[in-house]
C-alpha cells in the first residue's frame, strides 16, 4: 500500500501562485509515473500533468507554460507549480502515483483561485 499525501492548496486571486506537494510513502522512483490531475465540480476528472522515472514530462494544452511538475525523488515528493492562476483553475486536485502493477490516488487538495 503507498500513501500519497497531498498539501499547499488554498485561496489565491487570479494571476497569483500556488506550489502543491505529494508526498509518498515509498520510493517514487521505483514507480512508472506521476501525476495530477483536477476535479472541478460537476465535471469529470481530467489528467493536468505528469512526470515519467525516465524524466519526461506532459501537460494539458490548458495549462501549458504556466503549470511546473516536478520531482525530488530523495523526498518522494512530486510538485505542481501553478502561475498566472486563473478561475477556470479552480478544482480539487489530486496526487496520482502509477507503480506498473497497481496504481493510487491521493486524498485531494483544493484550489480554489478567484477573479
Known amino acids: 500500500q503507498v500513501r500519497l499525501v497531498e498539501s499547499g492548496g488554498g485561496l489565491v486571486q487570479a494571476g497569483g501562485s500556488l506550489r502543491l506537494s505529494c508526498a509518498a510513502s515509498r520510493s517514487i522512483s521505483s514507480g512508472k509515473a506521476m501525476a495530477w490531475y483536477r476535479q472541478a465540480p460537476g465535471k469529470q476528472r481530467e489528467l493536468v500533468a505528469t512526470t515519467t522515472t525516465g524524466g519526461s514530462t506532459n501537460y494539458t494544452d490548458s495549462v501549458k507554460g504556466r503549470f511546473t511538475i516536478s520531482r525530488d525523488n530523495a523526498k518522494n515528493t512530486v510538485y505542481l507549480q501553478m502561475n498566472s492562476l486563473k478561475p477556470e483553475d479552480t478544482a480539487v486536485y489530486y496526487c496520482?502515483?502509477?507503480?506498473?502493477?497497481?496504481?493510487?490516488w491521493g486524498q485531494g487538495t483544493q484550489v480554489t483561485v478567484s477573479s
Open positions: 496520482y502515483a502509477d507503480f506498473y502493477w497497481r496504481t493510487y
